[in-house]
């Protein structure tokens, strides 16, 4: 009986050998069958965006010259990302502001830094340049906006007392309750909505309140300006120049979509949409939250039980810009416009690039809706859209002949498949050990082979342009000190929260 169950064991490891070796013979044929394709790479970086490409940077500052960036688009920079709007004018689909700068000789936004090392064209976004309207036309409330801001900066100082004392994380929506802030007018909804969900992408209720304080505090580390970019090569100059510095065509394959990522205990097996299989000895995923969440890309085997709880215990949010091209400009001369609408996040913030700061003269007008209001419209035809948004036109300028636009466009971020939404935000019931867990390497039988980086593994700036620059820098400089201390070595994670 033993003998017999040995032989079949020892069949079964044989044949599992075999079709593992079949595999690899066949990635090496296929590579060789398109030159351009190396069948190995010590390290695979998944994701061309601001945290791989960074993560590649640290590589070939460390002496790691032997690894291979896969990109699913045909261009490097991910989130940034820039269209080509009204004939020519470029106009930024996701990141668009460099988000606080330097003050004095502190610490700067290492964004900031790289935007300047690049010339970039960013100009300073004053949010306090602001023309209000509700249903009936023009509407002055800006002292309710102040107010709001005010009571944004009170949840996020009893976020502080709160994750002082070690108190359970609540939501912001209670938060705001607790200080006193209640909104019930449209404008007071609206001035909340400006000073809370035009940042986060979601609602107080959807989001944590220590995160909430943490995110204004972290903000301030820098300073607290924001730059929009204006540069006409796009705001994604700043990394695609980066890479020119160092990136090797060899180590940067575009138009590959990662399908399955294989990990075991001696390597990594990358297989593309096309069949093509590429293997390593470490790969970092640097793909979004949302591409995680729902299964774009298949781990083998399944992640374990903490890693999924974790990647699905955190939330991807949408923030959906709308642009309009006119003939020329009636709106307001302000930077920005507000609009309050008896249902909240309805077309709420404006934003005027005809601006003499700006792109004067160029006639484009943008609004922003997030979260679920994002979801919704990217369900519906373009044209129901751009009809919405010039309804809420004609109320914010009753009096006036409004043109028709000679151009409209809006990206569906949520339904992108290389997105699945614009960036991570904190829920209550997400936990400090369960971001932890986001940010864990993987490993077979402590061998780690899988490791994540990106914006929403950063603890301190997640969603933000700078947090994935700061993990695609961090998170490599921890594998590159594991891969140089042992080959083998478990480096932490929490097996239940
Ligand atoms: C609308 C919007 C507005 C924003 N505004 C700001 C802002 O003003 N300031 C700021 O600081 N931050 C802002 N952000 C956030 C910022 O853009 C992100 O935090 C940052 O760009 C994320 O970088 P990343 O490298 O972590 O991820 P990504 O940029 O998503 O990089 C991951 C890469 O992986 C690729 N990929 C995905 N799936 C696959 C696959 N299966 N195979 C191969 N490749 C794949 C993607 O194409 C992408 O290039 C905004 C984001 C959006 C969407
Ligand atoms: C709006 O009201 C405030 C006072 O609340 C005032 O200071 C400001 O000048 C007014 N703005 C306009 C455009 O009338
Ligand atoms: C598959 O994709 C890889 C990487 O983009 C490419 O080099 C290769 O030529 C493709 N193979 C086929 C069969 O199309
Ligand atoms: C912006 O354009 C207007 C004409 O519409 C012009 O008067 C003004 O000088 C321009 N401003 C700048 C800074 O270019």
């Known amino acids: 009986m033993a003998g017999s169950l040995a032989m079949l064991h020892g069949l079964l490891v044989s044949g599992f050998f075999l079709l593992f070796l079949n595999a690899e013979v066949l990635a090496v044929a296929q590579a060789e069958n398109h030159p351009g394709t190396k069948s190995h790479s010590r390290i695979l970086i998944l994701g061309g965006g601001v945290a791989g490409i960074t993560a590649a940077r640290t590589l070939h500052r460390n002496g790691f010259h032997d690894f291979l960036i896969i990109e699913a688009r045909d261009e490097i920079g991910g989130r940034l990302r820039s269209h080509t709007f009204g004939e020519d004018t470029t106009v930024e689909l996701g990141a668009n502001w460099v988000q606080g700068t330097q003050m004095g000789d502190g610490p700067s936004n290492p964004i900031w830094d790289l935007a300047r090392k690049h010339n970039v064209r ?12 509700d249903e009936s036309g023009p509407a002055n409330y800006t002292s309710i906006i102040n107010d709001a801001i005010e009571n944004t900066d009170k949840i996020s100082e ?32 609206v001035a909340e909505y400006f000073s809370f969900d035009w940042e986060y992408a979601d609602t107080p209720s959807a989001s944590s309140l220590a995160a909430a304080g943490l995110v204004r505090v972290s903000q301030d580390a820098f300073s607290d300006e924001n730059r929009l970019s204006i540069d006409q090569r796009g705001f994604k100059a700043l990394i695609t120049e980066e890479a020119k510095e160092f990136l090797r065509p060899s180590q940067l394959l575009l138009d590959s979509t990662v399908r399955t990522i ?56 949408t923030y959906t810009k709308i642009f309009l091209k006119f003939p020329h400009k009636f709106w307001f001369n302000t930077e920005m416009g507000l609009f309050a609408d008896k249902e909240r996040g309805r077309y ?21 809706v997030t ?23 004609h109320s914010m300028f009753p009096k006036t002949n409004i043109p028709s636009p000679s151009d409209f466009f809006f990206p569906r971020w949520h339904s992108d498949p290389l997105y699945r939404g614009s960036y991570s935000n904190w829920p209550a019931s997400f936990t400090r050990d369960h971001h932890d867990n986001l940010r864990a390497s993987v490993g077979v039988r402590e061998c780690e082979r899988l490791w994540f980086a990106g914006e929403a593994t950063s603890f301190k700036y997640f969603g933000f342009l700078h947090g994935a620059y700061m993990e695609g820098l961090s998170v490599t400089q921890e594998m590159i000190t594991h891969i140089h201390q042992s080959q083998c070595g478990d480096e932490g994670h929490f097996d239940e929260v």
């Open 371 to 393: 979260g679920q209001y994002s979801e919704r419209i990217e369900a519906l035809p373009d044209q129901q859209v751009q009809s919405e948004v010039m309804e809420v036109l």
């Open 348 to 368: 709420p913030v404006w934003q005027s690039l005809d601006h003499p700061k700006f792109l004067n003269n160029s006639g484009i007008l943008f609004v922003t």
């Open 262 to 317: 294989r990990y075991t205990r001696s390597g990594v097996q990358v297989t593309l949409s096309n069949g093509t299989s590429i293997s390593g000895d470490y790969v970092l995923c640097t793909f979004s939250l949302g591409v995680l969440q729902n299964d774009d890309v298949t781990f083998k085997p399944r992640l374990p039980d903490w890693k999924m709880e974790a990647i699905q215990s955190m939330t991807m949010t």
């Open 122 to 133: 960013t100009v300073f976004n004053d949010y306090s340049s602001i023309t209000t309207y």
């Open 158 to 189: 009893l976020a502080g007392k709160r994750v002082a004392r070690n108190l359970v994380d609540l939501n912001a929506r209670a938060g705001y309750s607790l200080v006193g802030a209640k909104p019930q007018s449209a404008h007071d909804k």
